[in-house]
């Protein structure tokens, strides 16, 4: 049982930077930890995802360059580094825990642990 609580939500201004934090108590290294986004009237969508065994990541176009996922392992925590923020960022985060490795996309219906979700509001 992988438990996932999520933090570092808030909002910031266009350009700015916000870490979001997944604690992961229970993850082990053949875990694939991701974080996905849902804006309001649009579907969830994946935007990073690391290999908890490699530290391999992965990014979506949109976030590619901005963002950046990690892991600190003697936590059990996963970040989101989010920089150069825009307002179509805005929306509601969540991270995600699957079992297996990150190497090919994962469905939502993949994973099966989430967080609460945080929500990030960038302004223009």
């Known amino acids: 049982q992988v438990t996932l609580v999520e933090s570092g939500g808030g909002s910031v201004q266009a350009g700015g930077s916000l870490r979001l934090s997944c604690g992961a108590p229970?993850?082990?290294?053949?875990?694939?930890m991701g974080w996905f986004r849902q804006a309001p009237g649009k579907e969830r969508e994946g935007i990073a995802r690391i290999y908890i065994g490699s530290s391999d990541t992965y990014y979506a176009d949109s976030v590619k360059g901005r963002f950046s996922v990690s892991q600190d392992n003697a936590k059990n925590t996963v970040y989101l580094q989010m920089n150069h923020l825009k307002p179509e960022d805005t929306a509601m985060y969540y991270c995600a825990a699957g079992w297996g490795t990150c190497n090919s996309e994962r469905p939502e219906s993949w994973y099966d642990y989430w967080g609460q979700g945080t929500q990030v509001t960038v302004s223009s």
């Open positions: 229970g993850y082990t290294n053949n875990y694939c």
